[in-house]
Each structure stands twice: as structure tokens, then as C-alpha cells.
């Protein structure tokens, strides 16, 4: 889901360990990725550890539901008229502007910010 926004669905494919640190912090969840928006930093098929939160710094990369269902993961550039996602590979995907009447009509809503990546091999 890090290309073009595609249905959230909740089809569990495994489970992650994270600390008990961690944990106690609040509540993640993980994601697989899918598409290349996001390279050369996350890559299809990594998994994201995500901390359940409704708001990030700008800057931050997030899981973004936009149209209520369809998500996302992109870099967030916040601005007083608007949000930006941002994908690190714009040469394929170009940033997406949403503006303040966007966030509140379609809705786009943060669910949670990247805290961690695991690849494997």
C-alpha cells in the first residue's frame, strides 16, 4: 500500500514480535508493502511496524486512509491550507495534495506513523 491508495483490508498474514517496550507505548500494527511510491527506502513485500496514533509531525511517514478505505503509506508535509503525501519515488508517483475541505469531504485520515521497517531475505 505504498503506491496508489488501494482498499484496507484486514486479512492477517502473520504476526510481528515487537518489546514489551515497545508494547506498553501504545497499540501497532504491521503492514506489508506493496508497490514502489515509497523507494528506495521501503521496498514491495517489507513489513512496516505501525504505532496506532491520529496525527504526525510533518516530516513523518504515515498510514493515510484516504476516501475512508483506501490506504496508503507516505511521507506527510503539512501546511496551514492543506496536507501533502509524499512518495519518495515521485518520478513514478508525483505528491498528492489534499486540502482542508479534502481532509473533512473524501476524508484522508492518518491512522498511524512508521516507526520501523523489517526485511527480510
Known amino acids: 500500500m505504498a503506491g496508489t491508495p488501494i482498499s484496507a483490508i ?4 502473520g504476526y510481528e514480535e515487537i518489546s514489551l517496550e515497545l508494547a506498553s507505548t501504545g497499540s501497532f500494527f504491521c503492514l506489508k508493502v506493496k508497490e514502489s511510491s515509497m523507494e528506495p527506502r521501503l521496498f514491495e513485500d517489507d513489513i512496516i511496524i505501525v ?5 504526525v509531525e510533518s516530516g513523518e511517514i504515515a498510514v493515510v486512509l484516504v ?10 508535509k503539512k501546511a496551514d491550507n492543506g496536507i501533502t503525501l509524499i512518495g519518495y519515488n515521485v518520478a513514478v508517483y508525483p505528491p498528492t495534495f489534499y486540502s482542508n475541505e479534502d481532509i473533512i469531504n473524501l476524508p484522508v485520515t492518518i491512522i498511524g506513523k512508521v516507526i520501523e ?4 531475505f
Open 67 to 76: 476516501n475512508g478505505d483506501e490506504a496508503t503509506i507516505k511521507q506527510i
Open 10 to 13: 484486514e486479512d492477517v498474514l
Open 51 to 55: 504505532k496506532q496514533q491520529p496525527d
Open 117 to 120: 521497517l523489517r526485511r527480510y
